[in-house]
């Protein structure tokens, strides 16, 4: 059974530190997704990782899949407060009409 | 670009009472998915539809039912409300046959039982 861990669950961070997100899953993936979440909102799609070594970056978010050691993170740079929010990676398969396996969640705080 | 389309957005309703929520997929996706996500949880797959017929159920109860329709849109419907099925419901669609498979999901439908 494919299983999707995070670390941290929570976090706290000043403004304008750099922090790393973890995302861990059990079996073979085929692509691997980071959604964030504000709270009561909808999930809004980050990135979409497809293959070993892909690496995607956009504003001060960086994200990169390791499919070798089942390993995605989510890096942040230099963060500001707008960037506080619920961060999730998710799993699937591609060659199956097979649902999106979700992880806790990491709760991102961010302090001025 | 058209998105996923949940309605209704808000939704009050009573113990007991039942509830319908519906999804409108992206034009030409012909696969739909539920996800329940409860308060600080994180989403729970329900089930799964292609081309009209169930083709993966998750944690779904018993009171819950739902199936696509021949226009490819989706109803969920829950009977029997409980207050523990207050939650965020979301929908998602994908392309399932042409080998794509990547879900794009709906602003949800938030369910609040009392």
């Known amino acids: 059974e494919l299983k999707v861990e995070q670390n941290p669950l929570f976090l706290s961070m000043q403004e304008g530190k750099n922090y790393t997100i973890y995302c861990n899953y059990s079996?073979?993936?085929?692509?691997l997704y980071w959604y964030r979440q504000d709270p009561g909102k909808s999930l809004e799609s980050l990135f979409v990782?497809?293959?070993?070594?892909a690496v995607k970056q956009e504003g001060r978010l960086m994200a990169s899949l390791d499919t070798k050691a089942r390993l995605s993170t989510l890096h942040i740079t230099a963060a500001v407060h707008d960037l506080s929010a619920t961060y999730f990676c998710?799993?699937?398969?591609?060659?199956?009409?097979?649902?999106?396996?979700f992880g806790p969640g990491t709760s991102l705080s961010v302090i001025p | 670009a058209a998105g996923v389309i949940q309605s209704p957005r808000h939704l009050i309703k009573e113990k007991r009472e039942t509830a319908t929520l519906k999804c409108y997929p992206i034009?030409?996706?012909?696969?739909v998915y539920w996800y329940q996500q409860g308060p600080g949880q994180d989403p729970q797959f329900l089930i799964s539809f292609y081309e009209k017929m169930q083709s993966d159920k998750g944690s779904i109860p018993d009171r819950f039912s739902a199936q696509q329709f021949s226009d490819y849109h989706s109803e969920l419907n829950m009977s029997s409300l409980e207050l523990g099925d207050s939650a965020l419901y979301f929908c998602?669609?994908?392309?399932?046959?042409?080998?794509?498979?990547?879900?794009?999901f709906g602003p949800g439908t938030r369910l609040t039982v009392t």
């Open positions: 079996t073979t993936s085929d692509r």
């Open positions: 998602a669609s994908s392309l399932g046959g042409q080998g794509a498979y990547e879900q794009y």
């Open positions: 998710a799993v699937d398969k591609k060659t199956s009409y097979d649902k999106v396996i």
């Open positions: 990782l497809l293959s070993n070594g």
């Open positions: 034009p030409r996706h012909d696969t």
